[in-house]
């Protein structure tokens, strides 16, 4: 298994691929169909991303310090001081100075969140 590191790297391309391919796609069509609709690409864009993050869903939500916004989107990010285990993320966590996401044991969802 690759490292997590190098795996959201090539996560990191493939969406700069991704949108790079999609941009053209789009100076295209304006170009040559100025009237026409882009829904059919948006939408053909959603379904190639949507693959993507599933194909990379190991490191979109272990990254830790990631906070792009595919990771982040719906998730709770901790940050800060956490010398009384504030931030959840375990006793032997006493700071963290870059966002984390914040992992509810057992696959539950967090309802409600409170800061201070």
């Not at 882009?38 to 990379?56: C, I, M, N, Q, V």
């Not at 190991?58 to 001081?81: I, N, R, T």
Request: with cysteine.
């Amino acid at each position: 298994q690759k490292a997590p590191l190098k795996r959201h790297a090539e996560y990191s391309e493939a969406v700069k691929t991704l949108n790079t391919q999609f941009s053209e796609w789009v100076r295209s069509s304006l170009s040559s169909s100025p009237s026409k609709s882009l829904e059919p690409g948006f939408r053909d864009y959603s379904k190639h991303l949507a693959k993507l993050r599933t194909e990379f869903s190991d490191v979109l939500l272990s990254a830790p310090g990631e906070a792009e916004d595919e990771a982040a989107a719906g998730q709770c990010m901790v940050l800060g001081q956490g010398d009384m285990g504030q931030l959840g993320l375990g006793d032997d966590v006493s700071e963290i100075a870059r966002p984390s996401p914040l992992r509810v044991p057992g696959g539950l969802r967090a309802l409600r969140v409170a800061c201070g």
